[in-house]
Structure formats: structure tokens, C-alpha cells
């Protein structure tokens, strides 16, 4: 059994920062892939960065790519999403996601749906103004 759970979010101000935190335990492993989501209201959870457990590669959507950096830390199973130059569309619920990572043929188009993790945390609000 796996348990994530979410923390910093909060509100900022178009072009602040906020740094997210996911914090995992139980039954959890350093190869799986870890990813954030996000959902806004009336929309479909979107991935928006995957870094992979093997070798800490990173993806991102187009939508936060060079604005957004993940990263993690191993020895305390913590993941991290530092978000740089916010904006409004930003704003949304925020989840973290783990689960075995895609096979590479197949992972381009995988990392990104919600289907393709099990384990999820319940969320952190993040609103941009």
C-alpha cells in the first residue's frame, strides 16, 4: 500500500513561486515514476511533469516547461515541483501520482494521463491571482 500526501500550496500572485512537496510512503519504489497533475475546475487532470525513478530523467507538458522544475529525493521519498513565473491559468488543484513507469515505446504517450498511476495523493490548492 502506498500513501502520498501533498503540501505547499497556497495562494501567490501572477509570477511568484510556490514549491510543492509529496511526500510518499509504504510500499514504494525508487525505479517507479512519480508525476504531478493538475486539475482546474470543469477540466480533466492534466500531467504536467514526470521524472522517472531509474535515472531521474524529467518531462514536461509544453503548457510549464521552463517555468516548472521536479525533482525528488530518494533517502526521504519526497518529490518536489518548484513553480517559477505563476500565472493565472495555473491555478488548479494540484496532485502527485506514482506507479511503475510506462515501457519506454509506450511511455511518450502514458505519462501524461491520470490512467496511468495508481497511487495518488489528495491534493493541494494552488491559486494564482
Known amino acids: 500500500h502506498v500513501q502520498l500526501v501533498e503540501s505547499g500550496g497556497g495562494s501567490v500572485q501572477a509570477g511568484g513561486s510556490l514549491r510543492l512537496s509529496c511526500a510518499a510512503s509504504?510500499?514504494?519504489?525508487?525505479?517507479?515514476?512519480m508525476a504531478w497533475f493538475r486539475q482546474a475546475p470543469g477540466q480533466e487532470r492534466e500531467g504536467i511533469a514526470v521524472?522517472?525513478?531509474?535515472?531521474?530523467?524529467?518531462t514536461y507538458a509544453e503548457a510549464v516547461r521552463g517555468r516548472f522544475t521536479i525533482s525528488r529525493d530518494s533517502a526521504k521519498k519526497t518529490m518536489y515541483l518548484q513553480m517559477n513565473n505563476l500565472k493565472s491559468e495555473d491555478s488548479g488543484m494540484y496532485y502527485c501520482?506514482?506507479?511503475?513507469?510506462?515501457?519506454?515505446?509506450?511511455?511518450?504517450?502514458?505519462?501524461?494521463?491520470?490512467?496511468?498511476?495508481?497511487?495518488w495523493g489528495r491534493g493541494t490548492q494552488v491559486t494564482v491571482s
Open positions: 501520482a506514482e506507479d511503475f513507469c510506462p515501457s519506454s515505446a509506450a511511455f511518450a504517450r502514458s505519462w501524461y494521463r491520470a490512467r496511468s498511476y495508481s497511487y
Open positions: 509504504g510500499d514504494t519504489y525508487d525505479s517507479f515514476c
Open positions: 521524472i522517472e525513478g531509474a535515472d531521474g530523467t524529467t
